[in-house]
């Protein structure tokens, strides 16, 4: 459910309630990329299956099982993504975070993977449900 806390609009996330990635996405970034990456580097809530690389950017709306979604914005990356998941160490080489900056910078040339997502209403999303695009951005 949606529950609305005017103080308190999120709690662990970054600024956004979900962030969306693409596993195509990751497969561009690690065909660029000298070292190997895994999604988690990214810290998704919801990662999908079955569209083009970064076609995600494109969305305004989208619907996941009865679930609406609003694309909030792109997520701009910060040097968090260099480091390991498991280990906590930072890459020697700041990858993937100077892959992404080269292949999918935003307009100030900042890294961008995944996007912020508000839900518009409530139920439950489970793996497997469809993504529809009930809109894109203009």
Not at 20 to 39: D, G, Y
Not at 46 to 54: C, P, Q, Y
Not at 98 to 105: G, S
């Amino acid at each position: 459910r949606i529950k609305k806390f005017p103080d308190n609009p999120v709690s662990f996330a970054d600024g956004y309630p979900l962030l969306l990635t693409n596993s195509k996405s990751l497969e561009a970034v690690q065909m660029q990329c000298p070292s190997a990456i895994e999604m988690s580097q990214f810290r998704p809530s919801i990662v999908i299956e079955g569209h083009t690389a970064f076609e995600e950017q494109q969305w305004d709306k989208i619907q996941i099982g009865n679930v609406t979604f609003l694309h909030s914005k792109p997520c701009v990356r910060c040097v968090l993504t260099t480091r390991d998941p498991q280990t906590n160490r930072l890459h020697p080489k700041m990858e993937p975070f100077r892959t992404l900056k080269k292949l999918n910078p935003n307009e100030e040339g900042m890294p961008i993977f995944g996007i912020n997502l508000l839900p518009l209403n409530s139920d439950i999303i489970r793996i497997g449900d469809p993504v529809k695009v009930l809109s894109y951005r203009s």
